[in-house]
């Protein structure tokens, strides 16, 4: 099986995969030791840990160089890379800059619908495109984890926000996305229906306080990511280490 | 600013009253010190190797050590010094220009030790001499040259001694002609040859600690102006993630 095959056979509805977040081949090599069966960099811990910020902050040239690290020291465990909106609004550009990513040594990434640096999310139609633009560039193996933002930018979680999440899910599915990615969505009877109503693997974010890894795998979730979380924990612990130290 | 800010990180340097340094590698770790309380930032090329994929030894690349550093004196409002190894050079002119470009990235301070990083045993002291007094040429009076020895470092501890002492004092006293601000024993761990070293060296004594070394008090008592921590920050850290990890698998 290739990387890409390895990755993608790891996304099952109901025994998800689970991703520890990282951001340098340092955290990648401690979570590989830790069991991982794949690598999954966060695009906050990469802007926080090297200091260009989030939201396209961190030049692409580092981010390829970043992922080509973590992809030979890590090899032959598969990587994903969190790429936010492909620094570009562009469908083509996009596209483009997804191919270079692949290059890198990564075999997927996430891809969101929300304006980065900018208000809102994109208009279906647009998103849709630039999902079929990434899929055209980059070939069938490929992970696009097409991620709807939904959740981050509303305040109700009600059942009609839900319908619009799986219009979007259905849709970027037939655009050619691998999976789908829906942060903030936590709720089990919500997770149901979403698994049952979209033709993709689901994949929700855990967070402190989050139900337990049980509940979601029951309700059908495929993949289960920790987003910021791992590098704000521990960058909380190296505080009070160095707390200790300094006093 | 940056004269200030050396002017701070100089004066943090007190015999008897270290400051204390508890390495980094990135940004997000500068930040999560300077919350903590530093007084100063120092990054750990072995740190900033690892957490990076290259090995240690020169093999991060300049540029990235400089970019590393850069960004992270723009992040803190802290003197930043760096351990810049052996400068990636063993010419004297070379040392010279990259001691400019590690100044321009506006730290204010470095390590650079005297091991032939990539090759055998240590320079010759005439030869560390120069390069230090090159350096010094280089980034004027306002830059903290933390000249180190690494003859405790290739030995193992049972065989340190006085002579040992004595070849490190010599090549104190001619480092501190040449233009270096401090000097820094790596793996020295012995506190009575710690307290003749700090009253023979006309520059201020740093001390890294290691696992099982004598306590902070003990070695502020021999006169140590400073205290680091190497490497091990990042590998404890390292270890912290993997179990959190572990526990995420589970």
């Known amino acids: ?22 951001w340098d081949v340092g955290s990648a090599l401690a979570v590989v030791k830790a069991g991982a069966k794949a690598l999954a960099t966060g695009s906050h811990p990469m802007g926080d840990a090297s200091g260009f910020g989030d939201a396209h902050q961190v030049p692409l040239d580092y981010v390829f160089a970043n992922a080509a690290r973590i992809v030979a020291a890590v090899d032959p465990l598969p990587l994903t890379v969190d790429f936010e909106g492909a620094y570009s609004t562009d469908p083509e550009e996009g596209g483009h800059n997804v191919a270079s990513l692949k ?5 997927g990434c996430n891809f969101e619908d929300q304006l980065v640096g900018g208000d809102g999310i994109h208009p279906l139609e647009l998103q849709v495109l630039r999902i079929e633009a990434i899929r055209r560039a980059v070939g069938d193996d490929f992970f696009i984890n097409a991620r709807t933002d939904l959740l981050i930018k509303t305040a109700d979680h009600g059942d009609a ?17 691998s999976g789908f990615f829906v942060p903030r969505l936590a709720d089990p009877r919500q997770i149901e229906r979403v698994v049952r109503e979209v033709p993709l693997p689901l994949n929700v974010i855990a967070f402190p306080g989050a139900p337990p ?27 009070e280490a160095a707390r200790v130290a300094l006093n | ?9 100089a004066a943090l340097h007190v015999p008897g009253d270290p400051v204390a340094l508890f390495n980094i590698w990135d940004v997000g770790s500068a930040l999560a010190v300077a919350k903590a309380g530093a007084k100063a930032i120092a990054t750990g090329s072995a740190s900033v190797a690892m957490a990076n994929g290259f090995g240690d030894g020169e093999n991060l690349p300049m540029d990235f050590a400089l970019a ?28 010279a220009l990259n001691f400019a470009q590690l100044a321009e990235t506006g730290v204010v301070g ?9 090759g055998e045993g240590l320079y010759p002291i005439t030869l560390q001499a120069e390069r230090i007094a090159a350096a010094r040429r280089a980034v004027g009076p306002d830059f903290f040259i933390n000249v180190r020895t690494d ?32 000097f820094f024993v790596p793996m020295l761990g012995d506190l009575g040859m710690l307290s003749r070293l700090c009253a023979e060296s006309p520059v201020p004594v740093n001390f890294m600690t290691y696992p099982g070394c004598p306590s902070n008090a003990e070695v502020a008592a021999t006169g140590v102006a400073r205290i680091s921590h190497g490497p091990f920050p990042h590998m404890a850290l390292m270890g912290q993630l993997e179990e959190a990890a572990r526990k995420a698998f589970a």
């Not at chain 2, 470092?153 to 040992?164: S, V």
């Open chain 2, 68 to 95: 590393n550093a850069r960004r992270i004196a723009g992040s803190v409002e802290l003197p930043v010094t760096v351990d810049f190894e052996g400068a990636y050079s063993n010419d004297p002119a070379q040392v």
């Open chain 1, 1 to 22: 099986m290739s990387k890409f095959e390895t990755f993608a056979a790891l996304h099952v509805p109901g025994d998800p995969v689970i991703l520890y977040n990282i």
């Open chain 1, 103 to 107: 290059q890198s040594g990564a075999v």
């Open chain 2, 1 to 9: 600013m940056a004269n200030e800010l050396f002017q701070r990180f």
């Open chain 2, 110 to 118: 470095c390590n650079f030790e005297d091991q032939v990083v990539g």
């Open chain 1, 213 to 239: 890894k049980a509940d979601w795998a029951a309700a059908g979730v495929a993949r289960i990511s920790h987003g910021p979380f791992p590098h704000r924990a521990l960058m909380a612990q190296l505080e």
């Open chain 2, 151 to 182: 003859l405790f470092l290739k030995a193992p501890q049972e065989t340190h001694d006085e002579a040992m002492l004595d070849e490190a004092i010599e090549r104190v006293r001619a480092y501190a002609e040449a233009g270096a601000s401090g």
């Open chain 1, 161 to 177: 926000l839900i319908g619009e999440v799986v219009d979007r899910g259905k849709a970027f599915a037939d655009a050619g996305a």
